[in-house]
């Protein structure tokens, strides 16, 4: 079964980039939505964006000036920069593939662990 | 965006109870919602879509109903591994939205 498994730094400095990648195992990132969802305690969940597998992707306006979701199909890879970071961005970042078929874009079926990512200097 | 308000925030309630939690969009979704189970230190579960419909290996003790505005997510008997925070989430428009979530207390 597909697993996912988010990774990269822990710890960002206010102004700098946030960059996670997202590892797909046991499965094809073809022909699915994957999205990249944050959570914490006082934003609670917060959608980020996803990208198809073909590339074509849909941000959060609240996020849009400063994401960029990107996909590697060679490496079945999933990755997310957030840039101009504050500590309002330190949260438990999560990949989600989406449902499929009729669903694909609108609901998460299968999650990362999570990754904890603080924005301190 | 489509602002999801979930009550209570809290309930408490003992095995074999019955629970229902509730979840109010701030306009019409249809049936465009899904209930998911969070356990500490882990990530959502999808219990839950299109309002009823419910996921593949979710126990049956779990049902969903609602459409428009007001939805519900109920827990027929409480199992001691259903003790966990439960959020709605919207899947009608974009931005996707969460509610802020229901924890189910040992009572």
């Known amino acids: 079964q597909v697993q996912l498994q988010e990774s990269g730094p822990g710890l960002v400095k206010p102004s700098e980039t946030l960059s996670l990648t997202c590892t797909v195992s046991?499965?094809?990132?073809?022909?699915?939505?994957w999205n990249w969802i944050r959570q914490s305690p006082g934003r609670g969940l917060e959608w980020i964006g996803y990208i198809y597998y073909s590339g074509s992707t849909n941000y959060n306006p609240s996020f849009k000036s400063r994401v960029s979701i990107s996909v590697d199909t060679s490496k079945n890879h999933i990755s997310l920069k957030l840039s101009s970071v504050t500590a309002a961005d330190t949260a438990v970042y999560f990949c989600?593939?989406?449902?499929?078929?009729?669903?694909?874009?609108?609901?998460?079926?299968?999650w990362g662990q999570g990754t904890l990512v603080t924005v301190s200097s | 965006d489509i602002q999801m308000t979930q009550f209570p925030s809290s309930v408490s309630a003992s095995v074999g109870d019955r629970v229902t939690i509730t979840c109010r969009a701030s306009q019409d979704i249809s049936s465009w919602l899904a209930w998911y189970q969070q356990k500490p230190g882990n990530a959502p579960k999808l219990l839950i879509y299109l309002a009823s419909t419910l996921q593949i290996g979710v126990p049956s003790r779990f049902s969903g109903s609602g459409s428009g505005t007001d939805f519900t997510l109920t827990i027929s008997r409480l199992q001691p591994e259903d003790f966990a925070t439960y959020f709605c989430?919207?899947?009608?428009?974009?931005?996707?939205?969460f509610g802020g979530g229901t924890k189910v207390e040992i009572k």
């Open positions: 046991g499965g094809s990132i073809s022909d699915n939505y």
């Open positions: 989430q919207q899947a009608n428009r974009f931005p996707l939205t």
């Open positions: 989600a593939r989406g449902l499929g078929g009729d669903f694909g874009a609108e609901y998460f079926q299968v």
